[in-house]
């Protein structure tokens, strides 16, 4: 199956510092998803990305679509409380009709007062 | 708010009994699907429906089985249950094409003792 290499698993950091998470894989996709989960809560999609090379803003975080369509990138730039939580990458599954999304392990971001 | 509707939201169970756990949709959505959430692997796609009567296995189904007889209801069962099964199991409804349809619903809490 396809499998997306999420790093860091967490990040342990102070509030106002910026942050950046990555997502690689060895496939190619023409779709990238960025999910933030809070606790106790399903992911919602922060951004989608649908072109390579494509930059996209929300709000203070920003995601790139790598040009070799294998990675994908995440920043938080001055982060806030709001902030901690878990972060996923995802991609359309593909492979024999199935369907869904496959989603990396996560980076837990953990905010120090 | 997107209408999915999950329950129960915590259920503790013995080993080797049934449970079924429920998700409700009020948008009359085409897909649904059921992951399973655990520390270190992210989301699994256990089953999904693309219609009333129609499911397919995602990456997870082994002791997993799900029915779909009515549009709204998406129903997981875990025949016998073990306790490699205790998990956080989302459902999700995907609301037309492109990745920005998933929405996802505030989880169920399954222990399996």
């Known amino acids: 199956g396809q499998q997306l290499n999420q790093s860091p698993q967490s990040m342990f950091i102070q509030e106002g510092e910026d942050v950046s998470m990555n997502c690689t894989s060895s496939?190619?996709?023409?779709?990238w998803l960025w999910y933030k989960q809070d606790p106790g809560e399903g992911p919602v999609l922060l951004i989608a990305?649908?072109?390579?090379?494509e930059l996209t803003s929300n709000g203070r975080l920003t995601a790139q679509f790598g040009i070799t369509r294998k990675d994908s990138f995440l920043n938080i730039s001055a982060s806030i409380p709001s902030d901690v939580g878990i972060y996923f990458c995802?991609?359309?599954?593909?492979?024999?009709?199935?369907?869904?999304?496959?989603f990396g392990k996560g980076t837990h971001l953990i905010i120090q007062p | 708010d997107a209408g999915i509707t999950q329950s129960p939201r915590h259920k503790v169970t013995e080993t080797g009994t049934p449970v079924t756990l429920r998700c409700h949709q009020t948008?009359?959505?085409?897909?649904m699907y059921w992951y399973r959430q655990d520390p270190g692997h992210g989301l699994r796609l256990i089953h999904y429906?693309?219609?009333?009567?129609?499911?397919d296995k995602g990456e997870v189904s082994d002791g997993y089985s799900v029915s779909r007889s009515k549009t709204e209801d998406f129903l997981l069962t875990l025949e016998s249950a073990t306790s490699s099964q205790t998990s956080v199991y989302f459902c999700?409804?995907?609301?037309?094409?492109?990745?920005?349809?998933?929405?996802f619903g505030s989880g169920t809490r399954l222990t399996v003792v």
């Open positions: 999700a409804i995907r609301s037309g094409t492109g990745a920005y349809g998933y929405t």
């Open positions: 496939s190619i996709f023409n779709t």
């Open positions: 990305l649908y072109k390579a090379g």
């Open positions: 995802a991609v359309p599954y593909s492979g024999g009709g199935a369907d869904g999304l496959t």
């Open positions: 948008e009359n959505h085409r897909y």
């Open positions: 429906s693309y219609g009333v009567k129609d499911t």
